[in-house]
């Protein structure tokens, strides 16, 4: 099959929910793809940061097939090993507590969410149930992380959303404070906001709202779906901030490819969910907890300082290309957004898939690269000279 024969058939037969790229994947290696038509692409998307120990990595494919063999499922009716040395090895790098695991970043918000909602209850009785979010967020399509997100284009077609939402501007302070009144449990944000354009937060910020949160017995839930399992060269954003969240949300890059996610709690909240209060059929999913074995077994320490060196290696490589539609870079690690000027960025996107590099976009002028953690320099080399190509 040809890749324009496999677009046909995809078409014909799949919702045309996606704008997809007229690409169609075969097989990739590190950070190299090949179409059906055996053409080369260096990814610097990797599955929109799934990807993370690269394409086709041969432990982490061994360790999927390898318990695939001894047990694929058999719900959480039942104890299993992989999710319990998963949620350990998580614990114990981020002095959180409990894990509660999930299938995607939405579902891991929902919980989030749910998690906040009973700690108020229990605590303070019906009322306190308002989470606050902030603009340029983006929190999934669920119903509810919908309501959560604060950007308008997620929001029509699907009124009414679930009750108890609203937005303040990231960075004021001010108006946080003023949002949060009796009424609310939680303050949620990403602490770089991924799809809403790689806009990283002060730390100074970050610093004020756990604080405030603290004082008021709100809980501060952080949604790591995009900066968590070592994208922004630590393990979860959080640690580089000297603060403490109550709970936090991960997914994309945890399993490197199997759907996986979840939420990481800390002592104060951990117990909230108890029997019967939340759960999910796949969650903690064996094949997925290996998959994610592998991942966090791959991000050393040593692993993470090198994704730190690969993320300012890239920004310095295309400040100094000189481009004149380059108003901005800006991001840490592997998450990068180069804002473009006087060009749209998707057009810019199309331009370079066309020369063989594939990379992302957010928010309305943003070029958003999220390559696998693992890439070589010569990838990124490659990578670059593809980009020089289009933008210079
Ligand atoms: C991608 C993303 C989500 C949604 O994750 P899904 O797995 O698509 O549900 C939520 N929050 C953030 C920050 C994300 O980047």
Redesign the pocket.
């Known amino acids: 099959m040809n890749s324009k024969e496999l677009i046909q058939l995809h078409d014909q037969y799949i919702m045309g929910t996606y704008g997809r790229f007229p690409i169609a994947i075969s097989h990739g290696q590190g950070a190299k793809l090949y179409d059906f038509d055996g053409k080369l692409y260096i990814d610097f998307a990797s599955g929109?940061?799934v990807a993370s120990v690269g394409h086709g990595n041969p432990a982490w494919a061994q360790a999927i097939a390898d318990q695939a063999v001894r047990l694929g499922h058999v719900s959480n009716l039942y104890y299993t090993e992989p999710a319990a040395r998963v949620a350990e090895t998580l614990c114990e790098r981020t002095g959180m507590r409990k894990v509660f695991f999930s299938n995607?970043?939405?579902?891991?918000?929902e919980g989030l969410i749910k998690l906040a909602r009973k700690y108020s209850r229990d605590k303070y009785g019906a009322g306190r149930s308002k989470v606050v979010t902030l603009l340029q967020?983006?929190?999934?399509?669920?119903v509810t992380?919908l309501a959560a997100t604060g950007q308008d284009v997620f929001h029509q077609h699907f009124f009414p959303f679930t009750e108890g939402f609203c937005h303040v501007p990231a960075g004021d302070m001010a108006a946080l404070q003023a949002a949060c009144g009796d009424d609310t449990c939680a303050v949620m944000l990403?602490l770089i906001?991924?799809?809403g354009g790689v806009l990283p937060l002060e730390r100074d910020y970050i610093q004020q709202v756990a604080a405030f949160c603290k004082e008021r017995d709100l809980l501060l839930l952080i949604?790591?779906?995009?900066?968590g399992i070592g994208r922004t060269g630590h393990l979860f954003a959080f640690q580089q901030y000297g603060i403490t969240p109550d709970a936090v949300?991960f997914?994309?890059g945890i399993a490197g490819g199997v759907p996986f996610?979840g939420f990481l709690a800390g002592e104060m909240c951990c117990d909230v969910l108890g029997p019967g209060t939340h759960a999910t059929t796949y969650g903690g999913n064996p094949l997925g907890a290996a998959a994610a074995q592998v991942v966090l077994e791959t991000l050393t320490e040593e692993m993470l300082a090198e994704v730190a060196e690969k993320g300012r290696y890239i920004q310095e490589n295309i400040a100094a290309m000189g481009s004149p539609y380059v108003a901005e870079i800006r991001g840490l690690g592997l998450m990068i957004g180069v804002v473009l000027k006087d060009v749209g960025h998707k057009e810019v996107v199309g331009r370079l898939n066309d020369a063989g590099l594939l990379a992302l976009t957010a928010g309305s002028e943003t070029l958003r690269f999220l390559p696998p953690l693992t890439i070589s320099y010569e990838e990124i080399d490659a990578g670059l000279a593809i980009l020089q190509s289009v933008i210079v």
Do not use: L, M
């Not at 995607?104 to 918000?109: H, P, R, V, W």
């Not at 949604?223 to 900066?227: F, G, L, P, R, W």
């Open positions: 929109i940061g995607s970043g939405a579902e891991s918000n967020s983006f929190h999934g399509r669920t992380t990403e906001q991924g799809e949604d790591e779906v995009q900066t949300s997914a994309k996610g």
